[in-house]
T-cell receptor
Framework: NAGVTQTPKFRILKIGQSMTLQCTQDMNHNYMYWYRQDPGMGLKLIYYSVGAGITDKGEVPNGYNVSRSTTEDFPLRLELAAPSQTSVYFC???????????FGPGTRLTVL | GNSVTQMEGPVTLSEEAFLTINCTYTATGYPSLFWYVQYPGEGLQLLLKATKADDKGSNKGFEATYRKETTSFHLEKGSVQVSDSAVYFCALTNSGGSNYKLTFGKGTLLTVNP
């Protein structure tokens, strides 16, 4: 049981480049989330999904897009990378409302 | 809206010292409360939780009690170890229709020296 896996672990992008952060969970959870963690700022919710085919914006969605075609996968897309998107990104999943969220190991992204 | 305020760090303690990390919250209704821990280079993992007033969550020697009258959920441990060095996050979920979202505090870095 791998839990929540994220790839890549590290990435450096140039301004204006695009990339997709991958997230997969093998626990058959309905709920999935993307957060960003900036130093001293806690975690901010970017997007979330309550099931395959259903996504919605969180607190800080600008500059990002998501899709949820399967229960297992929830990729996060950056179309035009900006320095303000330098952060650590965490994917998480949960089996039910208001329950424990299980986090992946994170992707550290630097935009130069 | 919901918010979580936790004591600013960093907190530095010697091994076997007593730990308290304060957490207070603002929320409507009856949120569930959580403490998550993040070890260096890893994602967050649930440490303990409480779902209603006066509940006490406990795990690995850590405890926290859901105090609705003071809107607090302070984390305590009687005797810390070097292996407890990590960042600790207090969090809550909404009650009602959107209770699948977590609101986090900013985190408190704990360093325990031998």
């Amino acid at each position: 049981n791998a839990g929540v896996t994220q790839t890549p672990k590290f990435r450096i992008l140039k301004i204006g480049q695009s990339m997709t952060l991958q997230c997969t969970q093998d626990m058959n959870h309905n709920y999935m989330y993307w957060y960003r963690q900036d130093p001293g700022m806690g975690l901010k919710l970017i997007y979330y999904s309550v099931g395959a085919g259903i996504t919605d914006k969180g607190e800080v969605p600008n500059g990002y897009n998501v899709s949820r075609s399967t229960t297992e996968d929830f990729p996060l897309r950056l179309e035009l990378a900006a320095p303000s998107q330098t952060s650590v990104y965490f994917c998480a999943s949960s089996p039910l409302e208001g329950g424990e969220q299980f986090f992946g190991p994170g992707t550290r992204l630097t935009v130069l | 809206g919901n918010s979580v305020t936790q004591m600013e760090g960093p907190v530095t303690l010697s091994e076997e010292a007593f730990l308290t990390i304060n957490c207070t919250y603002t929320a409507t209704g009856y949120p569930s409360l959580f403490w998550y821990v993040q070890y260096p280079g890893e994602g967050l993992q649930l440490l303990l939780k409480a779902t209603k007033a006066d509940d006490k969550g406990s795990n690995k020697g850590f405890e926290a009690t859901y105090r609705k009258e003071t809107t607090s959920f302070h984390l305590e441990k009687g005797s810390v170890q070097v292996s407890d060095s990590a960042v600790y996050f207090c969090a809550l979920t909404n009650s009602g229709g959107s209770n699948y979202k977590l609101t986090f505090g900013k985190g408190t870095l704990l360093t325990v020296n031998p």
